[in-house]
C-alpha cells in the first residue's frame, strides 16, 4: 500500500515538475494533460484508498516512509497516517483539484502564463496531500507551509497588477502570524513530548493532561491549553478566522481557478482538518475548545453580514467562505469534529461549484466582476445559473440538500454543547442562517434574475461557457445535491471516523444527537420543524422583497442606516487598523531600526568598519603571504615552536 | 673509553653540520656534510650498525654528495646574493632557534633519555652478523614497506625524467637514423641549363 | 628463521594498482599523442577495477597482514572507493583541459596512478613506516605533477614552494615518529596505542617526550591539510598548478589526509585526546578565521577556493577534536562532501576555460546565467554546499560537526564556528551574484565536451541529492568507524 500513498502524492509532483521546468517544451496543452493526468492519478488511487479503508474497513496505515535524519534521539521522518479522516480528505482535495484542473483550460485560455500556473496548482495539491497524509508535525508544517507559499504564487499570478502584488504579499505575511503560532505549538510539543509522531504524541497527550507550564513567572498555565490555543492560532490563519481572515477576501484578485481551490478543497480547510486531526489533544483542554467556539460564532456571523454590502461576485463567495468557515470552527469547538469534516466536505462540493459557476458568470462577461452590473443572466447562461442556484440552496442549508445536513448538524451540535459560550455561539450561528440565505439569494437575484444592467456590446456576445468550464460545473453540482444525504447518518453519528478523531464521553454532543437520528428522512423532516431551515426561507423572502420586488428598499436601508452601511463596508475596520497600527506602525518602527540601527550602527560600524576592518586584515595579511618560500617555511616553524611551547608552559 | 669516543664524534658532527650552514663557500659546506657524515657513520658504527654506518658512506658520500660537488662546481652559484637578508633575519632566526634549542633540551634531555633511563644495549657475540639480521627482516616481515620504497623511487626516477626529458626546439642534435637514410638527391640538386654564349668580350 | 607467506589477500587492490600503472606506463611509450585516449581508458578502467576489488575485501573484522604493516577495515575500505571515486572523476575533467594545453602526457597518468597508490597505502597504514612511505609516495608523485607544465614559471614555482615545505614537514613529522618510537619501542599503530595506555595508567615519565612527538606528528599532518598556520603553500599551490592538478590535490589527498589523522591520532594517540585536543581547537579556530577572512579579499578563484578549503579544514577539525565516535564519522562525513564539493568547484573552472584561456578569475563566472543557466544553477548548488545552506549536503556536514562539538560541550565553539561561517558565506554568495545578476564580459559558448557536462551535472546534482537524503552517506561513515 506505501506505493499507493506515495503514488498519491507524488503523482501531481511529477505533473508539477514537468509542467514547471518543462512547460516550454511540452506546450500549452503538454501542460495541462501531464498535470491533470497526475491529478487524475492521484484521485483514482484515493478513491482506491478511499475502498479499502472506509468500505472494506481495512486498518489504517501509520508508517514511515524514509528517515529524514535523527537528531537527539528526535526521528524526522516523512510518513503517511492514512484512517479514514485522511481517506476522506484526500478524495475530497482530489476530486476537486481534478475538477478545477479542466476547468482551468477553459478559464485561462489565453493566458500567457498557461504553464505557469498549471504548475502551481498542481504543486498546491501535491502539498495539501502531504499536509493530510502527514504522520508527523514535520511534514504537516512542511505542507502547511508549502500550501502557504503556493497560495502566495497563486494569488499573485497576475504578477503584473499592483492588487495582486498587494494581496498576496497580504496572504502571506496574516498567514506568517498564524503559522508562528503553529511552530510554537510544535515547539512546545517537542518541547514536552520529545516527538513528532501523531501516535506517540496522543498515546502520552492523556497523562500530560494535568501539566501546566510557567511562561510568565507566577503564571501558570495548562501544558495542553497552552498547545492547543498555539495550534489553534495557526488554524485561524489558514482557515481565515477573526482577525486573521483579512486575507482571504483579498486572494480574490488571483484567478477564478485558484479561489475555488484556496477556498473549497485546500487552504482553508487545512486549519479545520489540522484541529480535527489533533482531536486527542483539543479534548483535553476545554478552555481551548470554548475560545475556538467563540472565534468561530463572531466569523460566522460577522463575516456573512459583510457578504450584504460586497458588489463583487467573487468577494461575496468569499465573505460566505468565512461565514461557513467560522461554522465549522464552531463546530470543531463544540467537540462535533465529524460535524466539522462533514461540513467541509459538502462546502468543499458546493463552494468550489459556486466559485467555478461564478468564474463562468466572468468569462462570459469578458472578465467583469461587479454585480451591478449583471442581472437577468438566466437565459444567456442556463446551465451556469442552474448550477449556481444548487450551490445556493446547498449553501443556505435547503432541505435536501447537502449543507442542509452538515449546517444543521453544527446548529444542533452547538446546542447540546455545554462548554462555556455554547449559547452564544447558538445564538450567532441561528442568526447566520438568515444571513448566508439572505446574501446568497441577493447575489443570485442581481447576477441571473431582475434586470439586465449588462452593457450592450457585452450583451451582443453572451453566450455559455465551453464544455470544459460547464462539465465540472455540473460534475460538483451532483455531489452538492447528494453527498448531504448520503452520508449524514454514517459521518455523523455512526462510527464512520473510528479512531481517527478522539472525542471525551462527556463532550460527545453528536453521540447525544444521534440517539434521535432516525434516517436521512427523518432528518429531513425533523429539520423542517426546526428554527434554521425558516430562517433560511426568511433570508430568502427578505432578498426577494429587496431586490427583485422592491428594488428600491436597499437604497433606502443605505441612507438611513448609513453609520452601519458605512461599518460593514469597512469592513469592521480591520483592514485600517491593520493598515495604520501593524503596517503603519512597522514602518515607522522600521524607520527607526533602519536609521539607528541600520545606517548609524551597522553601515556605520559594522559594514563599513567591516569592510575597513578586513581591508585592515588582508594588507597585514599580504605582508605574511609574500610568496617568498623561507617565509612560508618561518612560519611552520614559528607554529611548530608554540605548539612545542604550549603544553610545556601549561604543566 | 666509549663515552670518551661518542663525544669526540658528536662535536665533530655537531661542528660540522653547523659550518654547513654557515660557511660561505658552497663547496666547503658540501665537504662539511661529508664530514658529518662520516662521523655520524662512526657513531653507527658504536651501536655496531656496522651495515648501515658502511651504507652511510657509500651511498651519501660515495654517490650522492660527489654527484652534488659536481652540480655545485659547475654552477658556480653566487651566495653573496643568497646571503644578503641574513643579517636582518639573524635577530628572529637566533630567537626560534633558541627557543626550539630549550624545549628541545627539556625533552630530550637527560632526564627522559639519560643513560640511568634507557638500559645500554646488551653487546652482540663475535659471530652476529648486522647485514645478514637485516636481510633477514627486509624481505619478509619489513617486505611490505620496502616495496613501497621501491616504488618511491620508481616515481622518482619517472618524475625525474618527466621534468627534464624534453626537447627544446632551439636544441641541436643529431639524428643518426636520419643520416643514414639520405640520399644523394636530397643533398646536391642538379639543375640543368642551357649553355649561354659569352656576352660580348672580357 | 622461520616465516610464512603474509596474506595478499586484503592488498589484492594496491597490488592491482602498483601493476596497472606499471603496465599503463610501458604502453604509453608505444602510443602517439593521437592513440593517448587508450592511456586515459586504461587508467579509468584502473580505477574501476580497483573499486571493484575493494568492494569485494570482507571487512567484518580488520585484517592485518604483511607483519601487522597493513590493514583492511571497514573505515579504509569506504574511504577508498571514494578517493577512486573522485580521482576517477578528476580524469574526466581534466582530460580535455589537458589536450589543449600541451600537458596531455602519459605521465600525467601515471603519476595519478601513483599517487593513488599512495593514498591507499596511508589510508591502510598500521605502522609508523607504512604512513610515512605512503605519505612520500603520494607527496612526491603530488610535487612532480604540479611542476609537470614546465614551461609555466607560476607552476615551477609552486612546485618549488610546494617540494620544499612538504619536505620540512616530512621532517618535522618523521622526527616525532622517531621521538614514538624512542619512547614506545615500536612502530606498530596498536602497540604505541597499547603502550601508551598503560603509561597513562601509571604516572608517566614520558608523558612530556610523548607530548611534543605528538606535536611534531602533529604538525606533520596539519600541514598535509593545509590548517593554519601551516597553510602557506596552499594558495601558492593551488594558484601556480594546473588547474586539472589542482583539482586532484584540492580533493583525494584530503581524504588520505583525514585517514592519516585518523590513523596517528586516534589510532595511535588516542590516550592523548586530552592533550591534541586543546592544540587542535586553536588550529581550528585560525583556519576557519584565517581561511574565510582571507577568501573575501581575493579575486582569483583558485586563490579563494584555496582559502575556503583552510576554512574547510578548520571545520574537518572540529569533528576530530570532540574525540567521540560521533565527531569522527561527522569528520569523515564532512571531508568525503568537502572532497566533492571543491571537486565540483575546481571543475566548474575547467568547463569554463579553453585553449589559451583559463577562467579562474571571479569576473569570469560573470553573466554565466545568461551563457549557460544550467551550469550556473550547477555552480550555485556548489557556492550553497559550500556556504552550508540548506537543503543541499555542506548543510548537513557543517550541522554534523556542529553536533560533535556542541556534544563535547565547546558550545562557545559551534557558536565561534557559525560566525565563521557566516564570514564565508560572503564570498560564496558573491559568486552567485556575478553569475545572476551582471552582464558577461565574455558571451563565448561553453567549450566543454559532453563527457565533462554530464560528470559536471551529476557531481552539482550529487550534492544536492545528498543533501536531500544524506542519511545514507551519514549512516555510512558511522558504520565504517563502528562496525
Known sequence: MEQVYLGIVLAPLFGAVLAGLFGRYIGRSGSHWVTIAGVAVSFALSLLVFKQIIIDGAAPFNGAIYTWMVSDGIKFEIGFLVDQLTALMIVVVTFVSLMVHIYTIGYMHDDPGYQRFFSYIALFTFSMLMLVMSNNFLQLFFGWEAVGLVSYLLIGFWFQRESAIYANLKAFLVNRVGDLGFLLGIAVILMHFNTLDYAQIFKMAPHLAHETVTFIPGYEWSLMTVICILLFIGAMGKSAQVPLHVWLPDSMEGPTPISALIHAATMVTAGIFMVARMSPLFELSETALSFMMLIGAVTALSMGLLGIVQNDIKRVVAYSTLSQLGYMTVALGASAYAGAIFHLMTHAFFKALLFLAAGSVIIALHHEQDIRKMGALKNHLPITYWTFLIGTLALIGFPGFSGFFSKDAIIEAVYESTLPGAGMAYAAVMIGVFVTALYSFRLLFLVFHGESRVDAHTRKHLHESPWVVTVPLIALAIPSVIMGAIHAGPMLFHDFFGKAIFVLPQHDVLAHMGREYQGVMGFVLHGLIEPPVWLAFAGIATAWWCYIKHPEIPAVVMSRCATLYRILCNKYGFDDFNDTVFAGGGRRFGRLLWQVGDVTVVDGVMVNGTARGIGWFSSVVRHVQTGYLYHYAFAIIIGLVLMLGWPLLSQ | ?202 | MDFTLPNFAPAMPEIFVLSMACIILIVDLFLTEHTRVVTYLLSLITLIAAAVLTANLDTAEPVLTFSGTFINDSMAVVLKLFIYLITFVVLVYSHNYLRTRQLYQGEYFVLILFAVLGMMVLVSAHSLLTIYLGLELLSLSLYTLVALRRDSVSASEAAMKYFVLGALASGILLYGLSMLYGVTGSLDIGNISSHISTSIATPAEHSIVLVFALVFVLVGILFKLGAVPFHMWVPDVYHGAPTSVTLFIGTAPKIAAFAMLMRLLVDGLGDLHSQWQTMIIIVAVLSMAAGNIIAIAQTNLKRMLAYSTIAHVGFLLLGILSGTLNGYASSMFYVIVYALMSLGGFGMIILLSRAGFEADRLEDFKGLNQRSPWFAFMMLILMFSMAGVPPTVGFYAKLAVLQAVVEADLVWLAVLAVVFSVIGAYYYLRIIKLMYFDQPDDVAPLAAGFDMRLAMSANGLAILGLGLFPSGLLTLCARALNP
Open chain 2, 1 to 202: 673509553m666509549e663515552h670518551i669516543i661518542f663525544y669526540i664524534f658528536s662535536a665533530i658532527l655537531v661542528l660540522s653540520a653547523l659550518m654547513v650552514i654557515t660557511v660561505r663557500n658552497p663547496v666547503h659546506a658540501a665537504l662539511f656534510l661529508v664530514l658529518a657524515f662520516f662521523t655520524s657513520a662512526a657513531l653507527w658504527l658504536l651501536l655496531e650498525a656496522e651495515f648501515l654506518a658502511l651504507i652511510l658512506v657509500l651511498v651519501y658520500v660515495g654517490a650522492v654528495m660527489v654527484l652534488f660537488l659536481f652540480v655545485v662546481m659547475m654552477l658556480d652559484i653566487n651566495l653573496t646574493v643568497l646571503r644578503e637578508g641574513f643579517t636582518s633575519y639573524l635577530p628572529v632566526g637566533a630567537l626560534i632557534a633558541t627557543l626550539i634549542l630549550i624545549e628541545m633540551a627539556l625533552v630530550v634531555g637527560p632526564e627522559h633519555f639519560g643513560l640511568d633511563s634507557v638500559a645500554a644495549p646488551v653487546p652482540h657475540t663475535a659471530g652476529y652478523s648486522n647485514t645478514q639480521a637485516l636481510g633477514n627482516v627486509l624481505y619478509t616481515v619489513y617486505v611490505y614497506p620496502f616495496e613501497i620504497a621501491g616504488v618511491i623511487l620508481l616515481v622518482a626516477i619517472i618524475g625525474a625524467i618527466a621534468l627534464t626529458l624534453r626537447r627544446r626546439p632551439q636544441t641541436k642534435y643529431q639524428d643518426p637514423s636520419q643520416q643514414v637514410l639520405v640520399r644523394s638527391k636530397d643533398r646536391v640538386r642538379i639543375i640543368k641549363m642551357p649553355s649561354e654564349k659569352k656576352r660580348g668580350g672580357a
